[in-house]
């Protein structure tokens, strides 16, 4: 993927060229939106036009220049970010004095100073203090671009110091196009599955294709329906879905148990989150199938996704989900009994 504008980011583009046009750039840009759609790309799209020495007319970076040449290197010097480090909890109080500390000094080139905070809901309250005080008197000519898919979670005080940009999912025709143009080699039908597994979000329906999720989750539907006719047993599935811990095999579980009670009351397949499932579904949902227990199985898997990343035992916790499924579906003597 290069570094280009995302086709479903040219409103937010726009936004920025008014920004950039009317001279009136914000000292704090929120950009929110779920997973996959982009903000990090938007945010360093937009930084590199801000820092770039020679923009092209339309105001992207021009991408010669020795800004331009710095920032691709990953070593501009007035490119700033934080993150959360990978063994702890949240961005840190700590890591936060330190980027004030810097962002205190005076920019190395004559141009704007970004500060890109990644995401920004892992700010810890701390750390979230500490940074509000700092934006409370922000030092000149620096632009703060907090990200974050859970604007919910930031303070409110923080969130009131910004101006907002919300991605929101593009037209499926626009993701599943653009997801074409980067993995020519895919069928229609697996683009427009992967978009849908990615809930539209492009970049992760691409992740999807590349990195085989597209497989294990046929696989996994497969050993589904496989429970629903007896011939395969819970232990044996549960400890096969064990194998991919890094899926998400419950939320896939719990849109399939959705989109089945969404069939048996007659939906058309767009109403489906998974509509490339919508013939097996539609089969399933012509079974006597207790929807009451259906809903709570559903409520189950929930429950389920909330403690999953408890120290629970996940082979067990599995192995009673697809249980229950395996007995809605025997149907010969128990609900005839
Ligand atoms: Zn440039």
Known sequence: MDDRLLPWHSAYWQHWLQYMQQKRLPQALLISGKAGLGKRHLALHCAAALLCGKPDPAGHACGQCRDCRLFAAGTHPDLLSVTQQQDKTGISVDQIRRLIAQANLKPQFEGYRIIIVEPADALTANAANAFLKYLEEPTERTLVLLLTATPGKLPATLISRCQKLSLVLPDPRIACAWL??????????????????????????????????????????????????????????????????????????????????????????QQLSNPCLYKSLVDLSRRPLNRQKLYTLYDLVLESIGREHSPINKQLMLEVLLLQWMQLNSFSRKTHA
């Open 180 to 269: 074409k143009t980067q993995q020519p080699e895919l069928d229609d039908p697996t683009v427009k599955k992967a978009v849908h597994l990615a809930q539209g979000a492009p970049l992760q329906a691409l992740e999807y294709a590349v990195n085989g999720v597209l497989a294990i989750y046929d696989r996994c539907f497969q050993d589904w329906l496989q429970l629903a006719n007896q011939r395969t047993h819970a232990v044996l599935v549960a400890e096969q879905w064990q194998k991919w811990p890094d899926q998400p095999i419950l939320s896939w579980l719990a849109a399939w148990l959705i989109d089945l009670l969404k069939c048996c009351y007659q939906a058309n397949p």
